[in-house]
């Protein structure tokens, strides 16, 4: 059931609309918000620069107009135009120069003129200038198709003939509400004819249709329009590509974490990366490690329970036995010999002392074990205590015929821990050095200097596989000098020295010398 439901949820996490799908959704949205801005912005910008160009073009052709007239204008320079000048134009004498008249007047061939405003620019121009009351304007039409036609200055709105009087003020003008006498939306640019002497003589006005520009302006959006179409198509894939490039690796951090969850502390994402992803897996497989440890350990400690419920039924089994049998004899009447009842009784009262050193040992150990279990924490001098376990130690020493040597460097060592339990600590390897130095031999040397105790026995020694070992709870050699360990001395010494703050070594060479060393300089147990 478990690993349907982790299927379905995989199955769910890979076909719905999960973290690329959604990635890639915001990323082409903002690529389309960002077009729609920029294309906005782009239209607005193409619009008034097609318009400025198509007026810039207006007032380059006004300009060269309005000098061509200016450089032709000889003595007063006024332009006469139609019928107020005193004589009409025909066009019907397209050959006529421009003499001047009596008066000084310049009379304009509106032919040759037409003819030239056509091949120049595709605008209605106008030509204007005063009549010669000095109060109107004569304007003449000037059309692409070389057509030209006289409007009375009248016929202008208000609007219009103070745009026409600006230009007599000698700044030009632009504006665009001359449609109404076009049909059409146009764009009007007005130009000054100016003398020699800088005074306004006449003025050129172009009358540009805007669909000049509406087209520049349409092609230019359609062009955009692909473009932006273009750059939409090539984001959505570069943001699905992006997205699933991103989201690879939390799916493999989410496979690694499945396995581990079900009990595979192996696995590992094998991403790699600087960024947060990249942390993300590198936490993972960091946890991953730990959790491989931590089952590692919990395999160890499950089978050193194991071994320790079994070392204890082992280590209880003989005793118990040797007491039922006894005791069994002794009920049934087998054994009547009172030299051979007490035999029985010995064997009995050292099966029992050993069963009672096995349960305090084990109580000793427990009790070190937790660390809410307080100890009698004073300072003392050390070489006080060091001394009572050499005494000790040769008292048992004597019985085997072994020596037991003391040096020290000084006898007043301040230590600050549990008088009693740092004793329990050296009798006991000093005990065992007794029990493995056979007699005869250079014997047990305890030495002691500042913030180090030794102890150093020549025997049998202890071989380098067993070395690692000998800390263990119930580890022991089965050799017919320790038949009566518990195995539970060197790892009661070994809690004490880590209460303590103790540093505790052995270095041994087999059939030589094995020397235990306490490293007593982190001064005891802290206030």
């Not at 030239?116 to 030509?127: C, D, E």
């Amino acid at each position: 059931m478990k690993d349907s439901l982790r299927v379905k949820k995989n199955k769910n996490c890979r076909t719905g609309f999960g973290i690329a799908g959604r990635l890639t959704v915001h990323i082409t949205a903002c690529l389309l918000l960002f077009v729609l801005i920029m294309g906005t912005a782009f239209s607005l910008l193409l619009y008034s620069s097609s318009r400025q160009s198509y007026v810039n073009s207006l007032r380059s052709t006004a300009a060269t107009i309005g000098e061509m007239v200016a450089a032709s204008v000889q003595k007063r320079g006024v332009i006469v135009i139609g019928e107020n000048g005193g004589e009409p134009y025909n066009s019907s004498q397209p050959g006529e120069g421009g003499p001047l008249r009596p008066d000084g007047e310049f009379r304009v061939s509106t032919a040759a003129l037409a003819r030239f405003i056509s091949g120049i620019t595709n605008a209605t121009v106008w030509l204007i200038a005063p009549d010669q009351s000095g109060e109107s304007y004569n304007m003449m039409f000037m059309m692409k198709d070389e057509r030209y036609t006289d409007t009375a200055f009248a016929s202008l709105n208000s609007r219009q003939q103070d745009f026409v009087r600006i230009l007599f003020t000698g700044d030009y003008a632009i504006a665009e509400f001359f449609g109404n006498l076009f049909g059409e939306h146009t764009i009007t640019v007005g130009m000054p004819i100016v003398n020699r002497e800088g005074n306004a003589i006449g003025a050129v006005v172009m009358h540009g249709s805007a669909s000049v520009i509406y087209d520049s302006f349409r092609s230019g959006l359609i062009t955009m329009g692909f473009s932006m179409i273009a750059a939409l198509i090539v984001g959505f894939i570069a943001a699905m590509l992006l997205s699933r490039k991103f989201t690879r690796p939390l799916l493999r951090i989410n496979e690694t974490a499945i396995r581990i969850s079900e009990g595979d502390y192996g696995a590992r994402t094998d991403v790699s990366g600087n960024d947060e992803i990249g942390v993300l897996a590198r936490t993972m497989d960091e946890m991953g490690e730990k959790l491989e440890a931590a089952n590692e350990e919990s395999e160890k400690l499950q089978r050193v329970r194991q071994d320790f419920i079994g070392n204890i039924s082992h280590e209880l089994r003989t005793p118990v036995t040797v007491i039922r049998g006894s005791l069994e004899a002794l009920c049934d009447g087998v054994v009547k010999e009172p030299e051979l009842v007490g035999r029985y009784h010995a064997e009995m009262l050292k099966e029992s002392k050993y069963m009672q050193r096995l349960v305090n040992d084990l109580l000793d150990l427990s009790r070190l074990q937790n660390p809410d279990f307080s100890m009698n924490i004073r300072e003392f001098n050390l070489y006080d205590c060091v001394s009572d376990v050499v005494r000790s130690t040769r008292r048992i020493a004597a019985e085997k015929g072994v020596e037991v040597g003391f040096e020290y460097d000084a006898n007043d060592l301040p230590f600050r821990g549990d008088y009693d339990r740092i004793r329990q600590m050296l009798l006991i390897v000093t005990d065992n050095a007794v029990k493995f130095t056979d007699a005869g031999s250079p014997g047990v040397a305890v030495k002691m200097s500042e913030g180090e105790i030794t102890v150093t026995n020549t025997g049998r020694g202890i071989n380098a596989e067993e070395l690692p070992h000998i800390f263990e709870r119930f580890y022991r050699s089965r050799s017919e000098t320790n038949k009566n360990g518990t195995g539970l001395g060197l790892p009661i010494a070994r809690q004490i020295a880590l209460r303590h703050g103790v540093g505790i070594s052995v270095k041994s060479v087999p059939g030589g010398e094995t020397t235990f060393v306490f490293d007593f300089a982190g001064g005891g147990v802290s206030i």
